[in-house]
C-alpha cells in the first residue's frame, strides 16, 4: 500500500538559510499535519490543512509557513533558520471524512542546522 | 504542562510474555486515544486506537484499555516477539479541537530473545 512520501528525507543547512520539506500524503488523502520531533523529545504538532486550507495551527513559528496545494501535497518553508531547528520533522495524513482520523506518518525529513 | 505522559521511559520483556505500556493523560477532553510504534529513522506506524466512548480495542496480538476515570490506558502485546522491539507512543486528540495529536513521550520495549 501506498505510504506518505517526504523529501528530502536528510537535508543540511547554515543558520540563517531557508529550507523546504515537501510531503505527498497518500492518495485519496485530504488532510495533511506537520509534526516537529526534536532530539530526546515527543512529536510536537505544528500545523494542519485539509481540502487545502489550513485546519489548524499549534507550536509553529513565525519564520514557518505551510500550505497545501490542489494535487494534497503539501510544503513546509523555514526561513532565517536557527540552530534550535535541527529535528525530524514528519507529516502524517488522514481522510477526514473517516473521523475520528487514523494519522498516518511519512518517514520524516531530518534537518541539521550548522 | 505535558497533558500525555508515558512514565517508563523502557521496557524490557521475554520473547513470548507480555509487554504492558502505559499511558495517563490529563486532559479529559481527549476522546479518542491512539497507540503508534517507531523504529529508528521511520516514522511513526499507526498500531490500534480506542475512543473514549470504548474500554477496549482488540486487534491480534494488540490490546488497548482505557480507564477514563482514572485517566490511564495501556497497550498489551501478546505474545511479544523481538520484532516488537521499538519507541511506542501514545498519543491523544481533542474533542471538537482540530485533530492535531499530543503525544507521550514515548517507552522503549525491548523484547528480548
Known amino acids: 500500500a501506498a505510504g506518505v512520501i517526504q523529501s528530502p528525507r536528510h537535508l543540511i543547512k547554515e543558520k540563517r538559510e531557508t529550507a523546504t520539506l515537501k510531503c505527498y500524503p497518500i492518495?485519496?488523502?485530504?488532510?495533511v499535519y506537520w509534526y516537529q520531533q526534536g532530539p530526546g523529545q515527543d512529536p510536537q504538532f505544528l500545523i494542519s490543512?485539509?481540502?487545502?486550507?489550513?485546519?489548524d495551527k499549534g507550536s509553529i513559528p513565525d519564520r514557518f509557513s505551510a500550505q497545501q496545494f490542489s494535487d494534497y501535497h503539501s510544503e513546509l518553508n523555514m526561513s532565517s533558520l536557527e540552530l534550535g531547528d535541527s529535528a525530524l520533522y514528519f507529516c502524517?495524513?488522514?481522510?477526514?471524512?473517516?473521523?475520528?482520523?487514523?494519522?498516518?506518518f511519512g518517514p520524516g525529513t531530518r534537518l541539521t542546522v550548522l | 504542562d505535558q497533558q500525555v505522559k508515558q512514565n517508563s521511559p523502557s521496557l524490557s520483556v521475554q520473547e513470548g510474555r507480555i509487554s504492558i505500556l502505559n499511558c495517563d493523560y490529563t486532559?479529559?477532553?481527549?476522546?479518542?486515544f491512539l497507540w503508534y510504534k517507531k523504529y529508528p529513522a521511520e516514522g511513526p506506524t499507526f498500531l490500534i486506537s480506542?475512543?473514549?466512548?470504548?474500554d477496549k480495542n482488540e486487534d491480534g496480538r494488540f490490546t488497548v484499555f482505557l480507564n477514563k476515570s482514572a485517566k490511564h490506558l495501556s497497550l498489551h502485546i501478546v505474545p511479544s516477539q523481538p520484532g516488537d522491539s521499538a519507541v511506542y507512543f501514545c498519543?491523544?486528540?481533542?474533542?471538537?479541537?482540530?485533530?492535531?495529536?499530543?503525544f507521550g513521550g514515548g517507552t522503549r520495549l525491548m523484547v528480548k530473545p
Open positions: 492518495p485519496r488523502h485530504d488532510t
Open positions: 490543512f485539509y481540502e487545502k486550507m489550513q485546519s
Open positions: 486532559n479529559s477532553m481527549f476522546d479518542y
Open positions: 498519543a491523544a486528540r481533542f474533542a471538537n479541537a482540530g485533530n492535531m495529536l499530543t
Open positions: 480506542i475512543s473514549s466512548i470504548k
Open positions: 502524517a495524513s488522514s481522510l477526514r471524512e473517516r473521523l475520528p482520523d487514523t494519522q498516518y
